[in-house]
């Protein structure tokens, strides 16, 4: 099937019960036992969910896997992710990240991890940090990265990966499955926010891990277990209801991504404009081979540093100031006060993260709207 059709049908079944078209949700903490450990499929709503089991055969499905696990939050599913990795172990990770996952990996430090942060854009950089030790456990990576919507070239590093027995887990939330599958090239686990593209509409908080084989999914499905940081069957209906339009929705991100890049690219207050899809852009050769697309982010700096940039949001009319992305409605944010406060200033700027960034989350308004909103901002 096509990828609007997969995205409707692919795993999801009318209900077999009743024959629901919709999975029901099933608002439910426990279920009933025939005998003493002798269930019907479902014990407890943190071991198992009707709607999350849903959820997690989908996401598995048009990722590529052998199944997936669902977690709270995009945090929550990184966090299990990292509980496999003790005290001595070694992870390699790019340095442009999520903050919150930068957080985490400084939690992982604090427990023995070794953690390594190196520019994963260049393979250069890949292969010399993985022949510097005997030993990579982890090799982590985001493509495009936040914010600065760098590309890393997977498969490539996949390779040097697999030369060194180290397993790789990518971070696919800002490409979504529509735009990038990373198993497919061969990783070993895809991390996603589903509060992004995948749900869609800035109504739910969630997170995802999807497995290659079957014996990483079996071990980290007893870390869910005993973790304990599962969605709300809720919030998995709302999740599984905004893949169903993720294609339309992607497509129109992409599209509207490109005439605002487009169109900063040339202002003369912008600095510079990052955004795969631009033909200047260092990673646009990659991202053309292993992207359907080059997705609905963008990042730009002001010029005149943060002064500006904060003039600059504060006049925006259909570009809303909040953190988050990939939901139908344009975002904008500073990272450098919102989303990476918590990274030191000396090491964002050094990353290039300054003062004067702005990252654009471009929703699937009219296109026309959001440029002549961006023009009357800057002026």
């Known amino acids: 099937m096509n990828w609007d059709t997969r995205l409707i049908h692919d795993g999801q079944a009318p209900d077999p019960l009743t024959g629901a078209v ?91 991890v070794r953690v ?41 590093a996949i390779a040097l990966a697999r030369s060194r027995r180290t397993r790789v887990a990518v971070d696919n939330t800002f490409a979504s499955p529509v735009l990038q599958r990373p198993l497919e090239l061969g990783a070993d686990v ?34 869910q277990n005993t973790q304990g940081g599962v969605p709300g069957p809720l919030d998995c209906f709302l999740v599984l209801r905004g893949i169903h339009t993720m294609g339309l929705r992607v497509r129109a991100h992409c599209a509207n991504a490109r005439k605002v890049a487009g169109f900063l690219s040339k202002h003369p207050r912008i600095l510079r404009t990052l955004y795969p899809g631009l033909p200047g852009h260092p990673g646009y050769d990659v991202a053309r081979r292993q992207m359907d697309d080059f997705g609905g982010m963008v990042s730009a700096e002001v010029r005149g540093g943060l002064a500006v940039a904060k003039r600059v949001v504060r006049r925006l009319k259909v570009f809303t100031l909040a953190e988050s992305l990939g939901g139908v409605e344009s975002l904008v944010n500073v990272p450098a006060l919102m989303t990476h406060r918590s990274v030191p200033k000396e090491l964002r700027e050094q990353q290039g993260i300054r003062d004067g960034l702005l990252r654009f989350s471009v929703g699937v308004e009219d296109a026309s709207d959001l440029v002549a909103d961006l023009r009357q901002a800057l002026q």
Not at 34 to 62: D, F, I, W
């Open 22 to 112: 919709n999975v029901p949700v099933y608002l439910t903490s426990t279920f009933a036992e025939t005998a003493p450990g002798q269930a019907k499929g479902y014990v407890y709503s943190r071991t198992g969910n009707p709607t999350r089991a849903a959820l997690e055969r989908v996401l598995g499905r048009l990722e590529g896997g052998v199944g997936s696990l669902a977690f709270g939050s995009g945090l929550a599913a990184t966090s299990a992710l990292l509980m496999a990795y003790p005290n001595g172990s070694r992870i390699v990770a790019g340095d442009d990240l999520y903050a919150g996952t930068w957080r985490l990996l400084q939690v992982a430090r604090t427990h023995g």
């Open 116 to 156: 390594d942060f190196i520019d994963t854009s260049d393979l250069a950089n890949v292969r010399a940090a993985l022949e510097s030790t005997p030993k990579t456990d982890l090799l982590y990576l985001e493509t495009p990265t936040n914010p600065l919507l760098k590309v890393t070239d997977l498969r490539g």
């Open 190 to 223: 895809v991390v996603h926010s589903t509060t992004k593209y995948l749900g869609g509409h800035s109504d739910l908080i969630g997170g995802a891990l999807v497995f290659r084989s079957k014996p990483l999914l079996e071990k980290y499905r007893w870390y």
